[in-house]
């Protein structure tokens, strides 16, 4: 049975006081959890189910509730950026990135699936289509191990990629690329970039 919480002879001068004893009283129930790696990636995977991304408009939703993309954010924040995007370099950079992502997500997920990386490759000939991917797919699959292993046995961490999360205050969502789940239920968030080489003095803003 969960912990109530109780309001008797409470008296609230404001609604944010209030606001801020319920949620101090929550994160104290919250935080007495074991929380581990597995209940860690099975509440980031309930999560992503109920946020949906817009491909076409490149937005996101949770609900009623819209988000703007954690790219359109930065791309509007940055002078110039948007101009540099709109380029033929540009596009071009993007599927190349669009790439990238797809090879960290296929190796990841194939590897927790049990494959190896040349079982992945075999069955993903639409996105291993030259020896620069199947380097990348390489380089991955070494990160994966090094990830999940020490001194060459399990050490319980769980990785994850491609997933949606979205902060409800500021309204922006995004998809991480890669998360390294620790036993202890903290975790590395890691973002894979492309070269960026067109976007000259704008790379270290990013």
């Known amino acids: 049975m969960g912990k109530c919480i109780k309001f008797k002879n409470l008296k609230f001068k404001s609604e944010e006081e209030f606001e801020s004893y319920l949620m101090s009283q929550f994160l104290g129930v919250r935080f007495k959890r074991v929380v581990d790696a597995k209940t860690v990636s099975e509440e980031l ?3 992503g189910k109920k946020i949906h991304f817009d491909e076409a408009k490149h937005t996101y939703s949770f609900g009623k509730i819209h988000f703007t993309s954690t790219t359109t954010y930065i791309n509007e924040s940055i002078v110039g950026l948007n ?9 071009a950079s993007r599927l190349i990135g669009e790439r990238y992502h797809s090879i960290f997500e296929h ?82 968030l890691y973002d894979a970039k492309g070269s960026r080489f067109e976007y000259g003095e704008h790379v270290q803003k990013l």
């Open 83 to 91: 101009e540099i995007h709109n380029t033929p370099i540009g596009e």
């Open 107 to 188: 190796v990841i997920k194939g590897r927790n699936a049990g494959l190896t990386l040349n079982e992945i490759i075999k069955k993903n000939p639409q996105i291993f289509t030259q020896k620069e991917f199947n380097d990348l797919g390489e380089m991955v699959n070494s990160l994966y191990n090094d990830w999940t292993t020490t001194n060459g046995k399990p050490n319980g961490n769980i990785v994850k990629s491609e997933f949606k999360i979205a902060n409800t205050k500021a309204k922006i969502a995004g998809t991480i690329d890669v998360a390294v789940i620790h036993p202890d239920g903290s975790l590395d």
């Open 45 to 47: 995977d309930e999560v």
